[in-house]
């Protein structure tokens, strides 16, 4: 059964730094592309950012780029989001996803298989 498992989110202040993962069981992630999500309340869920098969590309959302960083360690088949620099309007559940795609996107359609979320608060 294939499954994603978001941990890492919490409540942090502006500023301040955390660090998402998404663990895979029964299926190996360097042969997906993998994106994370985001959804705030009483908004719609946006592509935060995403890697492709075998690292060949990643992208970031104009809101994210330059603070966030996403990567992964294949030992352990987990893809982190490194997010720095934190503000209150990054304030959301967080979500991982993986498809059989070459190639990754912002887009939550091209995605098969997702994770259930982790909520990230940032406030003083």
């Known amino acids: 059964q294939l499954q994603l498992v978001e941990s890492g989110g919490g409540l942090v202040q502006p500023g301040g730094s955390l660090r998402l993962s998404c663990a895979a069981s029964g299926f190996t992630l360097d042969y997906y592309a993998i994106g994370w999500f985001r959804q705030a309340p009483g908004k719609e869920r946006e592509g935060v950012s995403c890697i492709s098969r075998s690292d060949i590309r990643s992208y970031y959302s104009d809101s994210v780029k330059g603070r966030f960083t996403i990567s992964r360690d294949n030992a352990k088949n987990t893809v982190y989001l490194q997010m720095n620099s934190l503000k209150p309007e990054d304030t959301a559940v967080y979500y991982c996803?993986?498809?059989?795609?070459?190639?990754?996107?912002?887009?939550?359609?091209?995605?098969?298989?997702w994770g259930q979320g982790t909520q990230v608060t940032v406030s003083s």
């Open positions: 996803a993986a498809d059989r795609r070459r190639f990754c996107s912002l887009r939550e359609d091209t995605y098969d298989y």
